[in-house]
């Protein structure tokens, strides 16, 4: 069973500071990882894809990547209460199905 | 900005009764996939479209559920008789290449009385 692991939470984090979210996975086959974002009650909304090891940053964000340790993070720096959501970190494999972590809730106080 | 659009966006139904989810994804996206998230849990992969083909389903995607592109625009999922446990937000996403990254429409909310 491919899995994909993610700490529920809440994860507070005062506003300003650098928020550090984490994901293990199952499946040493994974090729494509990616962090969306979903307020509650709307769809996820993508943030970060990475597809190699390494660090990857766009703005605010940056993911990190550990395909040895089947690892992957998503760092966001001088949070904003707007940031207050739910991580998702999604996985494909071999046959791109994306394989869904349960998510990080995330609350970024003021 | 180019975006996913789903219809209904929200929806009740009896249970035993059909209906259709629809979707019309990004244009120049070739792949297209729906996902279902039950209240508080996972989101979950039912089923990815490619070349007017189911390319990968889940377990979930048994026989009572099925999907189609009627035309050039639309993307539909079809559930022929609804369960309780078929109430679900239900996403469709759609992307640009096999593996790459996927674009989430706002979702319809299914209840099924």
């Known amino acids: 069973q491919k899995e994909v692991e993610q700490n529920s939470g809440p994860l507070s984090v005062p506003e300003g500071a650098i928020a550090s979210l984490n994901c293990t996975y199952s499946d040493r086959g994974s090729q494509s990882f990616f962090w969306y974002r979903q307020y509650s009650g709307k769809s996820p909304e993508l943030i970060m894809s990475i597809y190699s090891n390494g660090d990857k940053e766009d703005g605010r964000f940056t993911a990190q990547l550990n395909k040895a340790s089947q690892y992957v993070s998503l760092l966001i720096r001088d949070s904003q209460p707007s940031d207050s959501a739910t991580y998702l970190c999604?996985?494909?494999?071999?046959?791109?199905?994306?394989?869904w972590g349960a998510g990080t809730k995330l609350i970024i106080k003021p | 900005e180019p975006e996913v659009t789903q219809t209904p966006s929200h929806q009740v139904t009896q249970m035993g009764q059909e209906v259709i989810l629809r979707c019309v994804p990004i244009s120049n996206h070739l792949y297209f996939y729906w996902y279902r998230q039950i209240l508080g849990q996972k989101v979950e992969f039912l089923v990815s479209?490619?070349?007017?083909?189911?390319?990968?389903k889940s377990e979930i995607f048994d026989d009572q559920f099925s999907v189609e592109r009627p035309d050039g625009s639309n993307f539909t999922l079809k559930i022929r008789s609804t369960k309780l446990e078929d109430s679900a937000m239900y996403f469709c996403?759609?992307?640009?290449?096999?593996?790459?990254?996927?674009?989430f429409g706002p979702g319809t909310r299914l209840t099924v009385t």
């Open positions: 999604a996985v494909s494999g071999s046959n791109y199905q994306l394989i």
């Open positions: 479209f490619y070349n007017n083909e189911i390319s990968e």
């Open positions: 996403a759609s992307s640009e290449a096999e593996g790459s990254e996927q674009y």
